[in-house]
T-cell receptor
Framework: AQTVTQSQPEMSVQEAETVTLSCTYD???????LFWYKQPPSRQMILVIR??????QNATENRFSVNFQKAAKSFSLKISDSQLGDAAMYFC????????????FGTGTSLTVIP | NAGVTQTPKFQVLKTGQSMTLQCAQD?????MSWYRQDPGMGLRLIHY???????DQGEVPNGYNVSRSTTEDFPLRLLSAAPSQTSVYFC???????????FGSGTRLTVV
């Protein structure tokens, strides 16, 4: 089974600064999807950004961007110009394109934004 | 524009009781799944379905049953609640086996 590792249980960032959350994964497959989800205190899981493994270009969504290193099996999330509303738990997730029936989630990184 | 609707949002059960967590989606998604979220463990798959009439077990299926009689509904049944089932439960759906999930708002279940 695939595994997803988030080695930073907690991170903090000053408002307006940039922070990078780390994620590594283990797979023998070559075609898959990677995701970052945000879970604020409301508990709702919100899709932040996704990356398709066959695309070399890193995905970007407004202030959120990823650094996808396929050979290193690394998928980090960069948040620029951090805002108070970015404070949340962030989960990295993997989905196989071949099977597609399961997401594998990391254990999450709790992000605090300091005013 | 309801998306994925889960009920109830909160529930307290006594050990040994049974109950059903409801999940419905109005997006005509084929894939539906149930996850549980425990502190320090991320989200773990309980059961999933790739279409009406088709279900399968995930990583932590023991103590839970599912059925998928319609595309819209995917209820999760706890047969005999145990304190180890205290958790937050999420239902999620996706149009196909590709792309991201849409999640429900979760159910916080406490078994005493």
């Amino acid at each position: 089974a695939q595994t997803v590792t988030q080695s930073q249980p907690e991170m903090s960032v000053q408002e307006a600064e940039t922070v990078t959350l780390s994620c590594t994964y283990d797979t023998s497959e070559s075609d898959y999807y990677l995701f970052w989800y945000k879970q604020p205190p409301s508990r709702q899981m919100i899709l932040v950004i996704r990356q398709e493994a066959y695309k070399q270009q890193n995905a970007t969504e407004n202030r959120f961007s990823v650094n996808f290193q396929k050979a290193a099996k690394s998928f980090s999330l960069k948040i620029s110009d951090s805002q108070l509303g970015d404070a949340a738990m962030y989960f990295c997730a993997y989905r196989s394109r071949r099977t597609g029936n399961q997401f594998y989630f990391g254990t999450g990184t709790s992000l605090t934004v300091i005013p | 524009n309801a998306g994925v609707t889960q009920t109830p949002k909160f529930q307290v059960l006594k050990t040994g009781q049974s109950m059903t967590l409801q999940c419905a989606q109005d997006m005509n998604h084929e894939y539906m799944s149930w996850y549980r979220q425990d502190p320090g463990m991320g989200l773990r798959l309980i059961h999933y379905s790739v279409g009406a009439g088709i279900t399968d077990q995930g990583e932590v299926p023991n103590g839970y049953n599912v059925s998928r009689s319609t595309t819209e509904d995917f209820p999760l049944r706890l047969l005999s609640a145990a304190p180890s089932q205290t958790s937050v439960y999420f239902c999620a759906s996706s149009e196909t086996g590709l792309g991201g999930y849409t999640f429900g708002s979760g159910t916080r279940l406490t078994v005493v």
